[in-house]
């Protein structure tokens, strides 16, 4: 069964550094999410990308933030320079043009 | 905001169906109910989802109310491996968009 995933399963960063989040959706999907969990909290939607834009953004997602599609296949969250408080999981979802979103196993990322 | 009420926290023997509810008063015609879990820090699992009739699926079945303002999830057969929280999220089916959101959940504790 295909499924969406993702790298690395924890990235460990000093504060003001940039990290990459990589996410690879399944293969025929068209539509793309970032979300993410503080430790303790809930789920919250970041940023939607279809057809090589964003579709809609969260207020979380600032100018710190941002996504790329950089070929067929996969589907990255940038942070430029990294605050504590981005220590969380981060979630890619995908779907196609049907409504079901799939999520990925989530990357840990840590900022120091 | 989560437009859906849950509790927070219910119990279920093992092998016993395990009935989750789910209240979204306020949900429009046009809106779908999902159902999502997630186990630990894991990604969340689509489970089922409906618009107004009744659903069921290899992992659970969906029951909405005639009035669709509340729905019920019921997983038939209860194992250990079903302990997770359970997410109710109404959303649209937007052609672009399409996030969730994701509220607290009802955290589903299944004991031997």
């Known amino acids: 069964e295909p499924e969406v995933t993702q790298t690395p399963s924890h990235q460990v960063t000093q504060m003001g550094q940039e990290v990459i989040l990589r996410c690879v959706p399944i293969?025929?999907?068209?539509?793309f999410y970032w979300y993410r969990q503080i430790l303790g909290q809930k789920v919250e939607f970041l940023v939607s990308f279809y057809n090589n834009e964003i579709s809609e953004k969260s207020e979380i997602f600032d100018d710190q933030f941002s996504v790329e599609r950089p070929d067929g296949s996969n589907f990255t969250l940038k942070i430029r320079s990294t605050k504590l408080e981005d220590s969380a999981m981060y979630f890619c979802a995908s779907r196609e043009t049907t409504h079901t979103q799939y999520f990925g196993p989530g990357t840990r990322l840590t900022v120091l | 905001d989560a437009k859906t009420t849950q509790p927070p926290s219910m119990d279920c023997a093992e092998g016993r169906a395990a009935n989750l509810p789910c209240n979204h008063s306020t949900i429009s015609g046009n809106e779908y109910v999902y159902w999502y879990r997630q186990i630990h820090s894991q990604g969340p699992q689509y489970i089922i989802h409906?618009?107004?009739n009744n659903e069921t699926n290899e992992m659970a079945s969906l029951i909405i109310t005639e009035d669709r303002k509340s729905s019920t999830l019921i997983l038939p057969h209860a194992t250990l491996r079903d302990t997770a929280v359970y997410y109710c999220?109404?959303?649209?089916?937007?052609?672009?968009?399409?996030?969730?959101?994701f509220g607290q959940g009802t955290e589903l504790s299944v004991k031997p």
């Open positions: 999220i109404v959303r649209p089916e937007s052609p672009r968009g399409g996030k969730l959101i």
């Open positions: 293969s025929n999907h068209l539509y």
């Open positions: 409906g618009l107004k």
